[in-house]
């Protein structure tokens, strides 16, 4: 049956008080935190550095006095559309950008065998005027030995994921090392490179993330490509968390970065340039722990961006260039950097796509006299589509 809205409105006025004590204590935090933003724009650059150490989310590369509100305007304005691209034009003309992302066909239980199956894309646009460009795609069937699949207890729905993750980051690893010391090209990273969200796994998990990320952050330093990571809608904490240990707030875990910076950013505008010291996972990322530095950037009407970058791109006095390269993909794709956008138009799966590979599987299987059985409940789907 439908949704039934009446039922969504009442359960919603039934539990207003609960919203509304929310909203009061977020806008509470917020001011406080909004006021040491102010009262920390006042001070030296040579203060945060005195005070900041250890576990204190960030520390300043660029001066911040210089910067009012912490933002770095870029005074981009055009009065068209036509001579936003002729900005980019002048910007990326030559510069090859790449992005990879992934998909995947989770194990079902529809399938007497657990197997699944994991596949990338990538992109890559020259900027040239001939218009050329590469798409191609890489996939991996995962079997029953892939997943671990010993029993239903086993989470073989994470190891699709981890090998997505790992094909994922080894593609731009290879485009790099192909790319070699190359100053006429661009990586990007759909995501974090600081994988936060691994802590919530165990042990042998976390270790796995952190060592593909380590791998993709060692070959853009050793190779000399530079690398961007992009990250549309952050929940980063890593200037709130500088902030509270500056001013000793309260913690607050419903403020983060970009809602508080983003206020008065216009299009292109960005913060000075921080490198995280964030607790926790970066603990495991031994000579890269200090390595990673960030900005948000304001690319559409919604808060900014978070855009993660190896430190030797700003000890070689590329950052800025780099800056300048999202900020063309950006407006090719609309508000989104095209590179990637094209990327997951390349790698998704979709239920077409998902049928054609158990009909593939049942042949092959049935070819090879392998004991795989669908489901009544998939044969009956099969039928009616």
Same mark, same amino acid.
């Given at each position: 049956m439908p949704l039934k809205p009446s039922q969504v409105l009442a359960k919603l006025q039934n539990k207003r008080d609960d919203f509304q004590i929310f909203d009061q204590k977020t806008l509470k935090e917020f001011q406080q935190y909004q006021?040491?933003?102010?009262?920390?724009?006042? /001070?030296?650059?040579?203060?945060?550095?005195?005070?900041?150490?250890? *576990?204190?989310?960030?520390?300043?590369?660029?001066?911040?006095?210089?910067? #009012? *509100?912490?933002? @770095?305007r870029s005074n981009l304005v055009w009065q068209s559309r036509e001579q936003s691209l002729t900005w980019v034009k002048e910007k990326?003309?030559?510069?090859?950008?790449?992005? @990879?992302?992934?998909?995947?066909?989770?194990?079902?239980? *529809?399938?007497?065998? #657990? %197997?699944?199956? @994991?596949?990338?894309?990538?992109?890559? =646009?020259?900027?040239?005027?001939?218009?050329?460009?590469?798409?191609?795609?890489?996939? &991996? %069937?995962?079997?029953?030995?892939?997943?671990?699949? $010993?029993?239903?207890?086993e989470p073989v729905d994470r190891r699709v994921s981890m090998r997505r993750f790992e094909m994922e980051t080894q593609r731009l690893i290879t485009y790099m090392e192909e790319r070699a010391h190359s100053e006429t090209c661009l990586v990007f990273f759909d995501g974090s490179l600081i994988v936060t969200f691994a802590e919530a796994f165990d042990e042998e998990t976390r270790n796995f993330y952190t060592r593909c990320v380590l791998k993709l952050l060692q070959a853009s330093e050793t190779f000399r490509v530079p690398l961007v990571a992009y990250i549309d809608t952050s929940y980063a904490r890593d200037l709130t968390v500088m902030?509270?240990?500056?001013?000793?707030?309260?913690?607050?875990?419903? %403020?983060?970065?970009a809602q508080?910076?983003? !206020? =008065?950013? /216009?299009?292109? &505008? !960005?913060? #000075?340039?921080?490198?995280?010291?964030?607790? $926790?996972i970066l603990d495991r990322y031994g000579e890269q722990a &200090?390595?990673?530095?960030?900005?948000?950037?304001?690319?559409?009407?919604?808060? #900014? @961006?978070?855009?993660?970058?190896?430190?030797?791109?700003? &000890?070689?006095?590329?950052? *800025?260039?780099?800056?300048?390269?999202?900020?063309?993909? %950006?407006?090719?794709?609309?508000?989104?950097?095209?590179v990637i956008e094209t990327a997951d138009q390349v790698a998704v799966l979709k239920n077409d796509d998902r049928q054609v590979f158990y009909r593939l599987l049942q042949d092959w299987a049935d070819?090879?006299?392998? =004991?795989l059985r669908l489901s009544r409940k998939m044969v009956s789907k099969a039928r009616r589509r």
């Open positions: 006021k040491a933003l102010q009262d920390a724009t006042q /001070q030296p650059n040579a203060w945060f550095l005195e005070q900041l150490a250890g *576990d204190c989310g960030a520390i300043p590369l660029e001066p911040l006095n210089h910067t #009012p *509100d912490w933002i @770095v990326l003309t030559g510069i090859a950008t790449f992005a @990879v992302d992934g998909s995947q066909i989770y194990p079902s239980k *529809d399938l007497s065998i #657990p %197997v699944a199956l @994991v596949q990338i894309g990538w992109f890559e =646009n020259p900027h040239l005027p001939t218009g050329s460009y590469e798409k191609d795609i890489e996939l &991996d %069937v995962m079997t029953p030995a892939d997943l671990r699949a $010993g029993n239903s207890g902030l509270q240990t500056l001013f000793e707030l309260p913690e607050s875990r419903s %403020v983060h970065d508080l910076l983003g !206020r =008065n950013m /216009q299009w292109g &505008d !960005r913060t #000075p340039l921080f490198l995280s010291q964030r607790a $926790g &200090d390595k990673i530095a960030f900005t948000y950037l304001k690319t559409h009407d919604g808060y #900014p @961006v978070r855009l993660e970058l190896p430190l030797w791109l700003y &000890d070689a006095g590329l950052s *800025d260039r780099v800056i300048d390269w999202v900020r063309g993909e %950006v407006i090719v794709g609309n508000g989104y950097p095209y070819k090879e006299e392998l =004991n």
